[in-house]
């Protein structure tokens, strides 16, 4: 299978030789790759290291060696910078809806960046707008459905015009009309995603797909192959 070659420039997360020990275990061994696809999925087992992964991407985790490249920018170096650039969505959204509101905890974060409150009230609405829950912005956020809790996280995340969007199993919790709407989202966002998933159907319209186990790429090519490939160690 071909990696797909990275274009070189900011846009490209960068993992050269990474190796990640967490206690007394190598979560993470040797992974090397160039990720310039708009819509990047990584499948695996349970424990194979997919969220240690996906946590490098924003400096959440960093490399035990080995170096993560993120906008043209190290992690080890350059965490809060790339936290401004790299939106991150946990697989339970509860674990990120900070404040009473749905607008409030799309507000927060803004706030947070000291942009006017003018400002702050039009992105505000317009994200919530774009993902149908402008008619909730004054619902109390704990009052959502896991799907629409999932819709607010990413708005809190997407009103802050991320370059990079990384997504810890998105749809895990959500039921299947949920999960299309999820998928749907992805397909139309500008921003290059990384998407950790066990959701095969989501992934199948992928530019490109790794398979991690035991902390190692042992695949990596379009959906079709890497899927393919997946689903015969999986057997
Ligand atoms: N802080 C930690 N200390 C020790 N081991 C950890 C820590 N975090 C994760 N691990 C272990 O690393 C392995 C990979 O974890 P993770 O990246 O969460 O995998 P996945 O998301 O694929 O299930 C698991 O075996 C997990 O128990
Ligand atoms: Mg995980």
Known sequence: MVPGSGEGGSDVIEFADVHVRLGNRDVLCGITAALAERRVGVVGANGSGKSTLARLVNGL???????????????????????????????????????????????????????????????????????????????????????????????????????ILVMDEPTTLLDLRHSRQVADLLRELPQQVLVVSHDLPLLAGFDRVLVLDQGKVIADGTPREAIGHYRKTMA
């Open 61 to 163: 985790a960093l490399p035990t060696s080995g170096t993560v490249t993120v906008l043209g920018l190290d992690t080890r170096r350059h965490a809060a910078k790339i936290r401004r650039g790299v939106g991150f969505l946990f697989t339970d959204p509860d674990a990120q809806i900070v404040m009473p509101t749905v607008a409030e905890d799309v507000a927060f974060s803004l706030r947070r960046r000291g942009l006017p409150r003018e400002e702050v009230e039009r992105r505000v609405r317009e994200v919530l707008t774009r993902y149908g829950l402008d008619g909730h912005a004054d619902h109390p956020a704990h009052h959502l459905s896991g799907g629409q809790k999932q819709l607010l996280a990413l708005c809190s995340v997407m009103v802050l015009e991320p370059d």
